[in-house]
């Protein structure tokens, strides 16, 4: 099973400030036929579903402010959030969809300093 | 638009059955896969079963295997996961998901409770 570690597990930011949420796998997820990482984020507020903000890593869902962004390659990920606003108060999920079973990492809590 | 709609939870002893239901609309329902997930209260999300597009082929989670059966009715446009001797630790949200690869849409869960 692919193993998806989150860092940090929280984190507190102010209002119009960067935050960044890393996400590594014990494997990659980059396959390699199509250069494409089966990679996705997704954004949970409380009382709410999980919804998906980010896949192949770094392609915005349709709808998803221009200030998530997400990058990176292989085993190593990051979300961006440039300027957090009060409605991105939530936890965020790294997931990998290369391999079933399908899983997750523990979750980044994002707050307002 | 696409929307799923969990239905079937509630309280249930350690040892009894209990069966989901995810009513999906809005799109194509016998052209994707679709996904069980849950989640612990005040905890995260865990993968807990995939069924492909026509029931033909399953996977499940270790934690779950032996124990769940997940099927679909595409007739009706309906995902199911029966779940047999459920035990306390399998208290959780259960939410369904369309398969993308990713998951997207999720309904908005149904509430399962095993106590005693």
């Known amino acids: 099973d692919i193993v998806m570690t989150q860092s940090p597990d929280s984190l507190a930011v102010s209002l119009g400030e960067r935050a960044t949420i890393n996400c590594k796998s014990s494997q990659s997820v980059l396959y390699n036929s199509n250069n494409k990482n089966y990679l996705a984020w997704y954004r949970q507020k409380p009382g709410q579903p999980p919804k998906l903000i980010i896949y192949?890593?770094?392609t915005r869902e349709s709808g998803v402010p221009d200030r998530f962004s997400g990058s990176g390659s292989g085993t190593d990920f990051t979300l961006s959030i440039s300027s957090l606003q009060a409605e991105d108060v939530a936890v965020y999920y790294c997931q990998q969809y290369f391999s079933t079973p399908r899983t997750f990492g523990q979750g980044t809590k994002v707050e307002i300093k | 638009q696409v929307q799923l709609v969990e239905s079937g939870g509630g309280v249930v002893q350690p040892g009894r059955s209990l069966r989901l239901s995810c009513t999906a609309s809005?799109?194509?329902?016998?052209?994707?896969?679709m996904h069980w997930v849950r989640q612990a209260p005040g905890k995260g999300l865990e993968w807990v079963a995939l069924?492909?597009?026509?029931?033909?082929?399953?996977y499940y989670a270790d934690s779950v295997k032996g124990r769940f059966t997940i099927s679909r009715d595409n007739s009706k446009n309906t995902l199911y996961l029966q779940m047999n001797s459920l035990r306390v630790e399998d208290t959780a949200v259960y939410y369904c998901?369309?398969?993308?690869?990713?998951?997207?849409?999720w309904g908005q869960g149904t509430l399962v409770t095993v106590s005693s």
């Open positions: 809005g799109f194509m329902f016998n052209s994707y896969a």
């Open positions: 069924l492909s597009y026509d029931g033909s082929t399953k």
């Open positions: 998901a369309k398969d993308g690869p990713w998951f997207d849409p």
């Open positions: 192949w890593a770094s």
